[in-house]
């Protein structure tokens, strides 16, 4: 079986995995899986117009729960908005949600722990089983445009310490966004789109670019999996809008 490993050197890669290396619960998920080489990524597996369940299993501290939960609708929102897939939130029981999103550390999953600058990594669906999207809490990531000095990352608790002498040095972090929504195409399915010329162009390219709209490839590539719907242009815009600003 494949995962996409989305590393803090911007790559993403496609890795085989051992069951050893991931968490009891995803795990318990894979060794359901009778066929498990049929959770490679890059085929459709639900009915055009299934309603697909979301739920958030764990949280992150320095994004809010509305956050959290905003960023996962966001996410997949335009991927429900350009095909007859309908990918919605399950709030109660977690038995029908396709889809578990996480936001677990190196204290949780080994494999964070076994490969330091992991951001996260992603399954794609199997017949009866969702895909499934781990995000490395240990990890800065933040909603927000403008650099981050040391002093004010220190000041809400973001870092431990800092170097007193350079209060003003840039601390890194990265676009939630961007990577729930990269990592969230290949839960619905969705493998890379490796053409260079795409390196900026496109959410599935295996690179951190910071884009937070489907590119026209990463469009056609949901059109040929699952079909395409008629949104209007308007609203499309109206709603790409809220993601641009989020
Ligand atoms: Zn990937």
């Known amino acids: 079986m494949e995962v996409c490993v989305h590393t803090n050197d911007k790559k993403y890669e496609l890795k085989p995995v051992e069951a050893s290396l ?6 318990a998920v894979i060794s359901h899986a009778t066929k498990p080489d049929d ?16 739920k958030q299993e764990s949280s992150y501290d320095f994004l809010t729960p509305g956050q959290q939960t905003n960023l996962v609708k966001l996410a997949f929102l335009e991927a429900s908005m350009e095909t007859p897939l309908v990918i919605r939130r399950r709030r ?20 964070f722990k076994d490969s330091k600058g992991t951001l996260a990594f992603a399954y794609g669906p199997a017949q009866g089983i969702g895909g499934d999207i781990t995000m490395n809490s240990d990890n800065l990531w933040l909603l927000r445009k403008k650099p981050l000095t040391a002093v004010e990352a220190f000041e809400k608790g973001y870092i431990d310490d800092y170097n007193r002498s350079y209060p003003n040095n840039t601390i890194k972090f990265y676009d939630p966004l961007h990577t729930m929504k990269h990592e969230g195409g290949h839960a619905i399915g969705l493998r ?12 599935m390219f295996p690179y951190y670019s910071g884009l937070r709209i489907f590119g026209d490839a ?20 109206i709603i790409l809008g809220r993601i641009r600003l989020f």
Do not use: C, M, P
Request: hydrophobic share 40%; glycine share 6%; aromatic share 10%.
């Open 22 to 27: 991931l968490t009891s619960s995803l795990t």
């Open 92 to 111: 109660r029981s977690t038995a029908d949600a396709k889809i578990k999103v996480n936001w677990l550390g190196g204290a949780d999953v080994t494999f």
């Open 218 to 237: 990463d469009k056609q590539y949901l059109h040929d999996l699952y079909g395409k719907a008629s949104v209007n242009h308007k609203i499309k815009e």
């Open 192 to 203: 890379h789109l490796t053409d260079t010329a795409l390196r900026y162009l496109a959410i």
């Open 39 to 54: 959770r490679a990524l890059g085929s459709r597996i639900w009915d055009d117009a299934e309603t697909v369940y979301w």
